[in-house]
Structure formats: C-alpha cells, structure tokens
C-alpha cells in the first residue's frame, strides 16, 4: 500500500474528484479528513468508507476554503485526530461562466477567485506550517484544470483561478523545498463529476471527443494519479504540472483529412 501510515486533508472530499481520491487513498492506507462546505455529503463518503472496511479512516470536518481559518482547522482536525500531516489535496472548486462583458464582479469573477484561488493559497499556507512545525516532509497537490493554460469561452474567471495554482505550486515548490515540501499542480481534462454531468448529452459527447480515447474520464483515474504523486515513488515530480487529461493538450481536433 503506497499511502501506509500517510495523513491527509483533501478539500472537496464529498463529491467527484475528491471523493474518489478519499476512496483510493484509504485503499492504500492513509487516514483521510474530507474538508468540505457540503457537510451532509462530506459524512456519507466517512459512511462510505466505513462500509468499504475501512472503519476510524476518515473524518468530515466542515470547511469553506475561501476562509484561511476553516483550512486551519481542518488541518488541525488532522493532527487531532491522527497524530500529523503529510498531504494536502487543495481540490475544492467551483465553475460557472459567463462571457465577460457581462459580468458582474461581485458574483462573476469574486467568489470564483475566492474559492478556486484563494482556497488553493489558504491549503499551501496552512499545510506548509504545519509540515515546518512537525518537522516533516509534506506533498501538496493542488487541482488546476486545462483551463489554467488556455483561453476557454465563459472562463475568464475559472482560467484566472486556475492558472494561479499553477504559479503557486512553482512558487511554493520553490520556497519550501528548504523544508521537504512538495507540490505539484494537476490539470484534469473533461472528467465525469456534477461539475460537467449537468450538461447536455451532446455537449458530453463533444466534450468526449476532446480527448484522445474519446470517452470522459472517470473521477477514479484521476485519483489513481493523485495517489501515486502524493507517495514517496514520486519524490521527483515536484514544482511542476501533471497532465491528467488523456491528451486534450496535445491536439486541437479530429480532421478526416485525405493522404495528400
Ligand atoms: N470535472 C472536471 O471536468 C474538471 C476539470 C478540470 C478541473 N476540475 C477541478 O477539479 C476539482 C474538483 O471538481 P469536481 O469535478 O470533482 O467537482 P464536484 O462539484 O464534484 O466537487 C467539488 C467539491 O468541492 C466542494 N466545495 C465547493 N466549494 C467549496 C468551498 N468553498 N469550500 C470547501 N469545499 C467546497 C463541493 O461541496 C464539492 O464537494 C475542482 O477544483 C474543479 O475545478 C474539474
């Protein structure tokens, strides 16, 4: 098991990604505390655990990340309760869009910069002093999204947020290697999740088509990648992106285009 005896904080555990992730790293053997604001949802995924077999694994505490004290505590609720930290999944996100020009900021640009961004900033903040207190490695893996390298309709926002992580990691990579930290940004394509299950089925089809095994991708496999970067087999990968979008970068679209 590549998680034995790890502790983590995962934002945003109640749904997705994020439970999926909570899922994989009690199969390898972490103790898991699900932060996230949907409280009700966070204490189905500890019942769930629990009913995989893996009974006292995981925690629901409460958070809203866009609140530097509620990510504190969740990282406290993580010393409390196991004993330390070793990993923080800053994975908490919200979306929504709407074309610039018609933006209100209060509701179109601030709250999203509030969650997506700021709550990313408040788990490196919180975790990278808890790991300096313990004395401690720590890893740090934050979800930025394709849309944090690319211009995207009705994204201004979201691509802000995200590509932000992206600075962040490389930043805090930087910073803290000085005290055995790491951190990584990942950057899921077109995943099957409530974010993008609320769309059409033509739209998912697009959306399908996007990536190169032209099927959406299943919220496990992103969190098989996640706990292999949050192991100690990935010592390596540290400061930069991990790609985890079957390929939607690499290629603009399908062509049927005749041999010439
Ligand atoms: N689904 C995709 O295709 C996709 C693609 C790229 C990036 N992402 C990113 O992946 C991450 C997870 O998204 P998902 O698709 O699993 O979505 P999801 O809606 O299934 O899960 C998001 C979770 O975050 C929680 N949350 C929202 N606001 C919060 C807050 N202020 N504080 C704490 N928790 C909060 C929600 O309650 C929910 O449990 C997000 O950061 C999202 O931007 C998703």
Redesign the pocket.
């Known amino acids: 098991m590549r998680l034995e005896g790890k502790v983590a904080v995962i ?8 439970r999926a992730t909570v899922m994989k790293f009690v199969q390898e053997g972490a103790k898991v505390v699900i ?4 409280l009700a ?1 966070a204490e189905a995924v500890v019942a769930e655990v629990e009913a995989a077999g893996f009974a006292g694994a995981a925690a629901a505490a409460q ?4 609140v530097y004290a509620d990510v504190e505590a969740a990282v406290a609720r993580a010393v409390d309760e196991f004993g330390k930290l070793d990993v923080i999944f800053n ?5 929504g869009g709407k074309a610039l020009l018609d933006h209100d900021p209060e509701v179109d640009y601030q709250p999203m910069i509030r ?2 961004q700021d ?1 990313v900033y408040h788990g490196i903040l919180a975790a990278g002093r808890q790991f300096r207190a313990q004395g401690t490695p720590g890893v740090i893996i934050s ?1 930025s ?3 944090g390298e690319q211009a995207a309709e009705l994204s201004f926002s979201y691509s802000a947020a ?1 590509a932000a992580v992206i600075s962040f990691t490389r930043s805090a990579a930087y910073e803290l290697a000085a005290y055995g930290i790491r951190a990584v940004a990942i ?5 099957g ?4 299950n609320q769309f059409s089925d033509e739209l998912k089809a697009t959306f399908a088509a996007e990536q190169l095994r032209n099927k959406m991708t299943e ?1 496990h496999e992103i969190a098989d990648v996640v706990a292999f970067l949050a192991s100690d087999e990935a010592n390596v990968i540290n400061g930069t992106v991990v790609h985890v979008d079957d390929g939607y970068s690499v290629f603009k679209q399908r062509l049927d285009l005749p041999v010439f």
């Open positions: 934002t945003g555990g109640a749904s997705g990604i994020g932060a996230d604001l949907a949802q958070t809203d990340v866009s994975n908490a996100g919200i979306a969650v997506d709550g979800t999204s394709i849309y995200k950057t899921p394509g077109r995943v999740t409530p974010i993008i919220p």
